[in-house]
């Protein structure tokens, strides 16, 4: 039985992304998505919450609800998969400084 891929390049393009994080996104466990660093959102949380001006990518649950967002930890990472910054859903929102991830190829099924 094959196991499904969500991404057929992710171990290519995040080459130093952590074997978990690679199971659980192929999974579809958590999701990735690319930060939009022209985002007004984006410059006030790199200024004002933490200093994330190496991440490019972060990651965090797909099935998280809402009542529990402050509970909800993002990982942000480098270009290459390393985690730069971990930041609390209690410090912050994804909202309107995400977009879908460029650069990864979602399988076709």
Do not use: P, W
């Amino acid at each position: 039985m094959k196991c499904h891929l969500k991404y057929e390049n992710l171990e290519a393009e995040l080459t130093e992304l952590e074997d978990v994080l690679k199971n659980s996104l192929q999974n579809e466990v958590l999701t990735i998505k690319q930060l939009n660093k022209g985002s007004e959102k984006y410059n006030y949380v790199n200024e004002n919450v933490r200093n994330i001006e190496d991440a490019e990518y972060v990651i965090f649950s797909t099935y998280m609800n809402e009542n529990y967002h402050e509970s909800e930890q993002f990982l942000f990472l480098d270009k290459k998969g390393k985690i730069v910054a971990t930041i609390s859903g209690r410090e912050m929102d994804l909202y309107d400084m995400i977009k879908d991830c460029e650069n990864l190829v979602e399988t076709k099924f």
